[in-house]
């Protein structure tokens, strides 16, 4: 191919585009939050650089125009300024791209000695090569020769566009599919602008082609969800995935190491997917927060999935070392609408599973969760309606009886739900979870207030009833309106204090102990009884016991149970009785099941008896039929 005398055109157009993006670029960077991840400097610096070469591409077209031999020093230098600029931009390019697949050292090392060596070279021959009459030169009769088609910078162009092609061909695996194809695509528009320039004979957007990358690398690495440094996605590229793929089928592999630090986690991360590279066709690695992290993948029918996902396991383990880790697997599912759903299940999931374990989430397991999550959301709803009279919660309640009039005056109320389509909820299910969102003191007000519409109800109807007792949970008394909102309750309904006792359980936290304190204090002078709950279970101290001015204390079923075992624990039973009924507390027995239980207790000082031998939780409704009706 003959050399041209400069027969190919140039117009400003392209470079002055470069130009204004680079400085877009530029602002784009300083006024937005980036996420200031490895090689944002070196980005910031190939963006100026990008801009510097758009400049310099514009004064050597305008000096080729006017060629002069004065200038032919000033042309071989801003030409080799122009085009090292963007070999140094694309060289960029090529290391942002090399970051993603985290190459093993051998690679590494092959990869800088091109990269780098390859740039270097570039570099040279293009500042170099024009007093040695190669490349671009202008001869002894200042007349310009160039080829387009040997020309130095166009190799570099066609060098470093194989090396991201190989990276992308052979780390296919290692690529999220996104990213994949988005650099693909980038590289293609890249390359194509310069074969369009090459068919047309034009050298003015060549510069311009560098502003795709420079995009790409800002969206792509600064702006977006992509961990660099563990390869990994965050949640709310998780959230994105999810609601991608709503009606897809893929699986997810959920992994929690919660005791790691988090340096530890990003290596692990790093080490994870390496090894994870050969697992699946097309999978996506999200980091959660609280040490998680979870793999998504479409499920593949015709591959026995159940022996890939043994083959993972064993990598897992491996990969785990000696740290605590729970796996868990699911499905998708069309129920789960968002990301956090399933994050929840799998927090489900854990709580109910050991560690260092794998658990696979099965139909009955995803029913149960979802039981409890409209237990949840009507829990939330109780919360947050406030009224009083909330049917969804209805209020138990169990006889007890009294041994020195043989007759039932006094009763516990308990709480149920009763929830649309599920029926029926015991406290089992649904007070933990009130307590830890913190919707129980709602649910407690109610439970009260329903508690003193029946005694009002009762007493008017005439029947004999000295008090109920009612439940609060330990956290409830560190609310400051706590007594207000007991005192105003029983006083909306007109009942009398004492016709309400609180059941209170022990606790080892010396806040809660003195809450108790100051909650016993106030409303003990109204005439409201307190009653020790579950003595036996907790964490009894007498001491502790001594300083707080309890009525009744109920010794929990498992101390009744403990009394039949032998005799020497029914002598232990029976001086904790002795000691409470020197201290003038009085003593309620739970859980007495039958006449055994019921000898034995009343030998243990027991003034009250409570339990399935006198009845099961009724509904407060029905305990008329265990209260006396005096003769008129
Ligand atoms: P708890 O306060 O110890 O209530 C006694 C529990 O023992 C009740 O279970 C009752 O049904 C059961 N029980 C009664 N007699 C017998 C018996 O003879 N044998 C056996 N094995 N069990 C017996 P329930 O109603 O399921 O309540 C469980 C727990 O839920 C209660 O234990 C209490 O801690 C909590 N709870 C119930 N209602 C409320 C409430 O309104 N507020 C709060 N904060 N907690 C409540
Ligand atoms: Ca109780
Ligand atoms: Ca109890």
Known sequence: MADVLFDYKYVVHGDIIAILLCIVVHFLLKSTYMAKKANLGIFKVANRVLGVAAGASIVYHYMIFLLRPENVIRIYILRGLCYSALIFVYICFCVYTKNLVELEKKYQMYFNILVYGGGIVFALVEFIGPFFQIGTYVDENV??????????????????????????????????????????????????IMVYQAFFLQTAYTVVSFTFPIIMVLFLFHYNSYDVKTGTLDNYAFEEYISENKGKVFSMIFLSLPYVEKEQMQQFSVDFLRRNDNFFESSCCFRLPENRMVLAYERTKNKDEMQVLDKLY???????????????????????????????????????????????????????????????????????????????????????????????????????????????????????????????????????????????????????????????????????????????????????????????????NEKDFLSMKRV?????????????????????????????????????????????????????????????????????????????????CINMNAQYLQGYKYSKPIPIENLKTFLEKPAV
């Open 143 to 192: 007349v310009l020769h160039q080829n387009y088609y040997t020309d130095v910078f166009r190799m570099a162009y066609l060098f470093y566009s194989i090396i991201v092609a190989i990276l992308l061909i052979a780390f296919r695996k290692r690529f999220l599919p996104k990213m994949y194809r988005c650099i693909w695509s980038v590289i293609i528009v890249a390359v194509g």
């Open 314 to 508: 064993g990598e897992f383990k491996k990969a785990c070392g000696n740290m605590e880790y729970q796996i868990v697997l699911m499905e998708s599912n069309g129920m789960f609408l968002s990301a956090s759903e399933y994050i929840s299940y799998c927090k489900y999931t854990e709580v109910r599973m050991p560690m260092n374990a794998l658990r696979k989430c099965d139909a009955d397991s995803l029913s149960d969760f979802m039981k409890l999550k409209f237990i949840y959301l009507n829990l939330k709803s109780i919360h947050e309606k406030g009224n009083l009279e909330d049917g969804r919660v209805k209020v138990y309640c169990q006889p007890v009886l009294n041994i020195n009039t043989n007759t039932f005056t006094t009763a516990e109320a308990l709480m149920r739900l009763e929830l649309p389509e599920i029926g029926m909820v015991f406290p089992d299910q649904f007070i933990g979870i009130a307590e830890e969102f913190e919707f129980i003191h709602t649910l407690s007000k109610i439970i009260l207030n329903k508690t003193c519409q029946n005694i009002k109800q009762m007493e008017e109807a005439g029947y004999q009833i000295d008090r109920v007792s009612v439940n609060f949970s330990v956290q409830e008394l560190h609310l400051e309106s706590f007594c207000d909102d007991v005192i105003e309750i029983i006083k909306k309904n007109d009942v009398a204090y004492d016709k309400i006792a609180i059941e209170l359980t022990e606790t080892k």
């Open 520 to 600: 016993i204090d106030r409303l003990q002078v109204l005439g409201i009884k307190f009653y020790l709950d579950d003595f036996g279970t907790g964490y009894s101290n007498f001491e502790r016991l001594i300083g707080l001015p309890i009525d009744i204390i109920k010794f929990d079923r498992s101390l009744t149970i403990l009394a039949s075992k032998n005799d020497e624990s029914k002598f232990m039973v029976g001086s904790f009785s002795e000691i409470f009924k020197k201290a003038d507390y009085q003593i309620l027995f739970e859980g007495v099941e039958d006449e055994h239980d019921e000898t034995q």
